[in-house]
C-alpha cells in the first residue's frame, strides 16, 4: 500500500513560481518511479513530468525548460519546481506511482495561475 499527500498548490501570477511536493508512505520510496499529472476543468488528465528510482527525469514539452521534477528518497517526497507559469498550468496537479500493477494518486492540489 502506498498513500501519496500532495501539497503547495496556491494561487500566483503568471511569471510566478511555485513548488509541489509530494509526500509517500512506506520503505519502498527508493524503488518506485514517480510521476505529477494535471487536469483542468473540461479536458484530460495529462502526464506532466516523471522521475524514475534511478533519478532520470522526463517531461511534458508543455513544460520543458519551465518545470524540474526532483525526489529525496530520505524524506519519501517527490518536488515539482515551477516557474514561468502561465495561465495555460491553471490545474488541479496529482501526484502518481505503481505498486503491484496498481495505480496510486493524491487528492490533488489546486493551481491557479492569474493576474
Known amino acids: 500500500q502506498v498513500q501519496l499527500v500532495e501539497s503547495g498548490g496556491g494561487l500566483v501570477q503568471p511569471g510566478g513560481s511555485l513548488r509541489l511536493s509530494c509526500a509517500a508512505s512506506?520503505?519502498?520510496?527508493?524503488?518506485?518511479?514517480m510521476g505529477w499529472y494535471r487536469q483542468a476543468p473540461g479536458n484530460q488528465r495529462e502526464f506532466v513530468a516523471g522521475i524514475r528510482n534511478d533519478g532520470s527525469t522526463n517531461y511534458a514539452d508543455s513544460v520543458k525548460g519551465r518545470f524540474t521534477i526532483s525526489r529525496d528518497n530520505a524524506k519519501n517526497t517527490v518536488y515539482l519546481q515551477m516557474n514561468s507559469l502561465k495561465p495555460e498550468d491553471t490545474a488541479v496537479y496529482y501526484c502518481n506511482t505503481r505498486y503491484d500493477l496498481y495505480d496510486y494518486w493524491g487528492q490533488g492540489t489546486q493551481v491557479t495561475v492569474s493576474s
Open positions: 512506506g520503505s519502498i520510496f527508493r524503488f518506485l518511479a
